[in-house]
């Protein structure tokens, strides 16, 4: 079994053997050394962090944990909160780790550590939920703060100090995103956000340094045609301001991770030319369904590598939607392989940073049957791909029980996630399974959820026979209205993308 522990390189390359093996070019040697690295047979009720342990290399396999679920039990907890992202705790309702056995710990809490190696902090890590509205045990009555030094960081410290004790690995999310900045900055002249944003910068990471070991540096800093949003850092700062941001990063803590992660750019499908890496315009291909997104996620990455930014690792969301169309069309595996693959011949690691699969739109006359069904495949087909790239390292689940997810907040009811509202697994949980397995002995590295017949779109999205992955629940795309698209791009001017309206 490979050594998972905190004190692990997190820019390790993979060994000779192991490249060997995931560029289907099996050796004797790697054979052997494989068996050597990798335990024997699992148990079909083995957990995700069970499985991940056997896996021969390391994979991360994480979700994102919030404070009120994983300090309470579900009965502690009001009725009808309007959301759990953003609830905070009393200071005296947060119990001490090592006083408390795990036993009498939340169920919430007690499924994270027998499933999960990992944790990000959902919301709480974010610059506005420190020092504007989210004040917390400092005053539960207190209005948002406008004191640029304010920082609360009890309920990190707390979800941090807790994930420590129990040995989890920790992503901080994340230093600088527009959506979540405090609302003083358009108010600052140039020169102050620039000096603002280092600050954040250093007092956050300096503040977790050792025990927060990787971080979310920028999110979302894309439009959907794949060019820069204008937003409050671009406007003020100009657009080096994501370089920047990566250069004091690694200057407050050179030993950390520094991850650029951004949403809807988890699929590359055909292009017209090679300049975009390893995509292809082959006929087995399709177009990914942001392109644009995806070409400018991977040449921003390239344009930062190239000018020797610290950066170590690229994360792509993975907030699906089964019944979306257009701009929420789901990727197809092979689209996610040519992504995943052409970012990491930068040298970059990559991971699925937020991952969660909404099925209510689905077509009306689908049943829980089918919506299980495709919601298990995405899950396994998906992650059995991205895992199949070496460059590849980890999985995160933007939460992993339906009872608290943002999906029911932010977009509607739905079941996205792979535990129901009372911590069972569901099917999809079986399909996370699966994926990793297929990096265990005995699997079948990049397997398919339908087995041989669909092994072929591991590689291409269209088989010899025109059938195309997914096409069983996948949505026909509407016919156009004749008025054309609508003019304008609202991301461009900072409305996330995955506000816009589904289609379908």
């Known amino acids: 079994m490979i050594d998972d ?46 499985i991940a342990s056997r896996c021969c290399k390391r994979v991360y396999i994480g979700t994102a944990i919030l404070p009120k679920p994983l300090f309470l039990h579900d009965h502690q907890d009001q009725k009808g909160i309007p959301c759990a992202t953003i609830s905070t705790v009393d200071r005296n309702q947060i119990p001490d ?29 974010k610059w506005g939920p420190l020092v504007h509205t989210l004040p917390g045990p400092i005053s539960q009555s207190s209005p948002p703060t406008m004191h640029l030094g304010k920082y609360d960081f ?15 690995h920790i992503k901080g999310h994340v230093l600088i995103w527009h959506v979540t900045s405090p609302p003083f900055l358009e108010e600052m002249s140039p020169t102050q956000v620039q000096e603002a944003v280092k600050r954040h910068i250093f007092t956050t990471m300096n503040y977790f340094k050792g025990r927060i070991k990787m971080w979310d540096v920028v999110n979302e800093s894309l439009a959907s045609d794949g060019t820069l949003v204008e937003n409050v850092f671009y406007r003020k700062m100009g657009p080096d301001y994501i370089e920047q941001c990566f250069r004091w990063a690694h200057e407050a803590d050179p030993d950390a991770f520094l991850i650029y992660n951004d949403n809807k750019v988890e699929g590359c499908g055909a292009v017209e030319n090679n300049d975009g890496g390893s995509c292809s315009s082959d006929s087995r291909h399709n177009k990914a369904p942001i392109q644009a997104k995806a070409d400018g996620f991977y040449n921003l990455l390239k344009d930062l590598v190239e000018k020797g930014v610290p950066i170590h690792g690229a994360g792509m969301q993975a907030h699906f939607s089964a019944g979306g169309t257009k701009h929420q069309r789901p990727p197809t595996p092979a689209m996610v ?4 693959r052409r970012i990491g011949e930068l040298g970059l690691k990559v991971n699925m940073s937020e991952m969660d699969v909404r099925i209510s739109k689905l077509r009306a006359s689908a049943d829980d049957e089918l919506k299980s069904a495709t919601q298990t495949q995405i899950y396994q087909d998906i992650l059995s791909a991205a895992l199949s790239e070496p460059s590849f390292d980890g999985i995160w689940l933007w939460g992993f029980a339906d009872r608290h997810t943002w999906v029911k907040n932010f977009y509607y009811d739905d079941a996205p996630l792979i535990f129901d509202e009372k911590y069972q697994r569901k099917e999809s949980y079986v399909g ?40 069983g629940w996948m949505q026909p795309e509407p016919k156009e209205d004749g008025n054309g698209e609508k003019s304008g791009d609202s991301t461009k001017e900072g409305q996330p993308d995955w506000l816009l309206p589904d289609t379908n």
Not at 20 to 25: A, E, L, P, R, S
Not at 105 to 114: K, R
Request: aromatic residues 4%; contains cysteine; glycine residues 6%.
């Open 432 to 471: 996370v399974q699966n994926a990793l397995k297929t990096l265990c002995p005995g699997g079948r590295v990049g397997e398919m959820m339908g087995g041989e017949s669909a092994q072929c779109f591991l590689e291409q999205d269209v088989d010899e026979n025109g059938n195309v992955w997914g096409e």
């Open 97 to 125: 780790p090592a006083a408390t056995p795990t036993n009498e710990l939340p169920q919430y809490t007690q499924t994270i550590l027998s499933e999960f190696n990992s944790i990000v902090i959902e919301h709480h890590l």
């Open 5 to 50: 522990s905190c004190d692990d390189d997190l820019r390790a390359p993979l060994p000779p053997f192991l490249l060997d093996i995931m560029t289907k070019k099996p050796t004797e040697e790697a054979n052997r050394r494989s068996q050597e690295l990798c335990c024997t047979k699992m148990a079909s009720d083995e957990t995700l962090s069970s």
């Open 154 to 168: 009890s309920h990190v410290d707390a979800m941090v100090d807790f994930a420590i004790h129990h040995n989890l």
């Open 337 to 340: 392989k040519r992504q995943i």
